[in-house]
Structure formats: structure tokens, C-alpha cells
DNA sequence: CACCTAAGTTTACTTTCCCATACCCAGCGA
DNA sequence: TCGCTGGGTATGGGAAAGTAAACTTAGGTG
């Protein structure tokens, strides 16, 4: 009988970044960095986060090249490392941006969000946006998916 | 001695949608349903998700109203459950466009994308973006965060 | 009326992840 | 050289996820 075609799941864009940001800790590790923090106790205070998982993240992060360590020097204290972004841990931010804003438009505090972001320099807010590349602000029912050059069909047993 | 004040994680928009969508196999049915699927067994085929897990995951969906149920019927065939996307969850589409872009740029397959995605109508590649009210184009790096009315600082023990 | 099918539920087992806590290490300053 | 501090590592228990397979259910078909 025929064989069931069906999509190949190895080669996913959505996947292969959920193996890199999905876990538990990591985007909130993201969104700390992006806030201004940089420092191993600076995560563990705020998140809450266990040292051991913290410590895994980081590494993987720094492995991905996702953030990069830096050293710092407190006066009278030795140097220790600290975490900086990298370009490619930036190009993040319309993903993390993506969540915030849809948190913030369904479960937002009644007082309203938390944080802001605004465009430095001329202060408006931001939000992500679909768009295509003729220009045109996307509907989000207007985004088709189609196969691309790496689509694969997987042969089921 | 100064309590240690620290941003309040309690209240984190990001956190809030990742308790939502942050899970393992979420966002995965949800570009399914995304690409087209709506049945119980396409997503358990092409997912190849364990099948308790997969109506845990469909259920926590629909009651969060991501997702909803209609019914549909096969010629010759009872009426059976099928899974659509609603308004609330269309609106995660900038999200996991995100993901779905940076997988693109930087755990691509060498042969390229395995889906792409057009404006449906004037057919151009569509991406997401960060812009502001102004109308601006906002680089990554250019998005400043700030308190907003529901910003809390958390006292320390 | 027995059988088939899709959509689940249930059960039992294994593996992985999460969390808390204790411990370790390398300077610096007293 | 002793302790303090920040940045980790090690460990052990418990929760959750993954795996596999049997069971259930409701209606349509032969």
C-alpha cells in the first residue's frame, strides 16, 4: 500500500530554536540580560532560579553564542565573569518581544504592564509587527505558509 | 539594615505566556494547526507526540481559548472533534514567527528554510519586525525598557 | 448486531528535568 | 592565614515528561 507521507519534523526553524530557548529558565535569563542585568547573583536574586540550572543555562547560552562572558572588577574584589548579549542573542529580541506583547494584551495586570518599551531617542512604544517585504503590514490570518527549499516529507512505517 | 529591592517576577508578561505556551509540545501543535492541521490524529502523526500528553496539551488550549473545538464529519463517518485557531491565538503569530525566524537564520538547514512564509495575495516573503508608534523602524538594540504602571519592586527577605 | 475507526483515557514503567541545599574554590583584605 | 564573598559544582529527592500498550466510547457500516 502506499506509504503515509507526512512532514518531516527534523527540519524545523520553530524546533531547532525551541532546543536552543526552550527550557524553563532561559528566555527569563534573556529578558534579564536585555534589562540589565549581567551578573550570575543578579539572575539567581531576581529569577529565583536554582544555581545548578542557572549555571547549565548560562553555559549553553555562552555555548550558543547567544551571550558572551565578559570580566568586571569591583574594587578591592578579585574579577569574575559577566554576561553580555551577543548580535545573535539580539535577534532574539522580536520573538521575546512577541511573547511580552501578547502576555501583555491577555494577561496583564489590571493596572497595566509591568515594563514598556519605547524607542530610544524618539520615546514612542514598540511592538513587533508582520510585515512583508513589498512593505505592506501583514494581517495575521494573511501570513500563508508554504513549503520551502529544505521541505521534506518523512515516510511513516 | 536597607531591605535589597528587586524587580517583582510575579508580575512578567513574558513569564505569563510562557506559562501558557511555554511547555514542550505547545507551540508545536500550534504551528501545526498553524500549516493546517485540526485533528487529534494528524497532530499525534506528525508530531509524534505521546497521545496523553497531546490531549492534556490540546485541552489546556482550548480552556485557555487558543484554541477552540468545532465538529467535523467524514462522509460515512460519526462526527468527531477538530481543533481551530482563535483570535486569541492568531495573535501569537508574531511570537512564534520570532522563533521561526531567528531557527531560519541561524540553525537553518543548508538547503534553506523547510517553510516559508507569504503574504497571502501579494505573495512577498513576510517577516517579523520591530517598529515604533511613530512608525519607525526600531533595530534590536535600539529598545529601551522601562517601568510601566504595573512595575512593583520586591522586598527582599 | 458484530465490527471498525478516531479520539481519547488509563496504566505502568523509564527517563529526564527541577529544586533545594550543601559544598567547593579563588582571590582580597585584615 | 583566616575568613569573607561571588561564582560556581555536587547530590539527592520529587515532579513531570516520555514510552508503550491496553482499554473505552460512540456512531456508521456490512
Chains 1, 2 share one sequence.
Not at 512604544?125 to 508554504?146: A, F, I, K, L, W
Request: hydrophobic share 35%; glycine share 8%; charged share 30%.
Amino acid at each position: 500500500m502506499d506509504p503515509r507521507l507526512d512532514r518531516d519534523m527534523s527540519n524545523c526553524s520553530i524546533a531547532r530554536t525551541l532546543e536552543v530557548v526552550g527550557e524553563k529558565w532561559t528566555i527569563l535569563i534573556l529578558r534579564e540580560v536585555w534589562y540589565g542585568s549581567s551578573r550570575f547573583g543578579d539572575f539567581e536574586r531576581v529569577l529565583g532560579c536554582p544555581r545548578n540550572l542557572l549555571a547549565a543555562r548560562l553555559r549553553m547560552l555562552v555555548e550558543e553564542g547567544i551571550l558572551a562572558t565578559e570580566t568586571y572588577k569591583e574594587p578591592g574584589a578579585r574579577s569574575r565573569p559577566k554576561y553580555v548579549i551577543t548580535p545573535k542573542g539580539m535577534d532574539l529580541v522580536p520573538a521575546v518581544m512577541g511573547l511580552l506583547q501578547w502576555g501583555d494584551r491577555y494577561r496583564a495586570d489590571p493596572e497595566g504592564p509591568a515594563v514598556l518599551t519605547r524607542h530610544r531617542g524618539c520615546g514612542a512604544h514598540v511592538n513587533v509587527h508582520v510585515r512583508c517585504e513589498q512593505g505592506h503590514s501583514v494581517r495575521e490570518e494573511d501570513v500563508e505558509s508554504v513549503p520551502g527549499p529544505a521541505f521534506r516529507m518523512k515516510v511513516a512505517e
